[in-house]
């Protein structure tokens, strides 16, 4: 498994000093799309966590279309509020500093940002993540040796796309899921299995590219659930 030291976090300022040209690209209801299957775990009452750019969109459907018959993609979150993103990076980071009182801030926001992104750079504000695994047609969820969202303290690294240790089925089908989404023009964020996004400015700085393509942006009622 890679180390921190090995793996470029949200909380490095490379992420952060990437410009954004953000193309004004709309967002689109991924529910409208039979082919992709989506969880409510975290579902709003606008429907928000279904949405991403168009872009986005359409590589998802590329990477479902690259699956083996009978497997599907399970999405659980994709746009978050920024309002919500910054109550998850704060609550996080509250437990992390209460847990570890000798380190200093500077420690607490690197690794926090192993889980949640600052608001200033994150992916799911932009429109431009999601986080996802893989299902039967049924819905029931692939062995992936932990649960989606399942923090470094909890699964004892084992969220680490590379982590070490996990089960023969479960490392297999993160192979797959990885392999259709890189085929796809995504990338992931090696500390979660589950996450991969596409224009945003991790995935800039992954890729090469000279700007990310979306900046963060707040969903209204009236979007959301009908973008």
Request: hydrophobic letters at 40%.
């Amino acid at each position: 498994m890679e180390t921190l030291t090995e793996i470029t976090l949200m909380s490095d300022a490379r992420v952060a000093g990437i410009p954004v040209a953000d193309t004004g690209e709309s967002f689109v209801d991924l529910r409208s799309h039979a082919e992709l299957m989506l969880d409510d775990r975290l579902a709003d009452p606008l429907g928000a966590y279904a949405h991403v750019r168009a872009t986005v969109a359409t590589r998802l459907l590329e990477a479902q279309s690259l699956l083996p018959d009978g497997l599907r993609l399970l999405v659980v979150e994709a746009y978050r509020p920024p309002a919500l993103q910054r109550r998850y990076f704060g609550d996080y980071s509250e437990e992390l500093a209460r847990h570890n009182p000798e380190q200093p801030q500077s420690w607490v926001k690197e690794q926090a940002s192993r889980y949640v992104a600052p608001l200033n750079v994150a992916p799911h504000v932009a429109g431009a993540a999601v986080d996802l695994t893989l299902c039967d047609p049924d819905g029931t969820e692939l062995a992936m040796g932990t649960e989606v969202n399942a923090t470094p303290e909890e699964s004892g690294g084992a969220c680490y796309t590379e982590a070490p240790g996990i089960p023969a089925d479960a490392q297999r089908n993160r192979e797959l899921l990885s392999k259709v989404l890189i085929a796809a023009g995504l990338v992931n964020y090696p500390t979660e299995w589950w996450h991969w996004s596409y224009g945003d400015r991790y995935w800039a700085l992954q890729t090469g590219a000279p700007a990310a393509l979306h900046d963060a942006i707040t969903l209204i009622q009236e979007t959301a659930g009908h973008a």
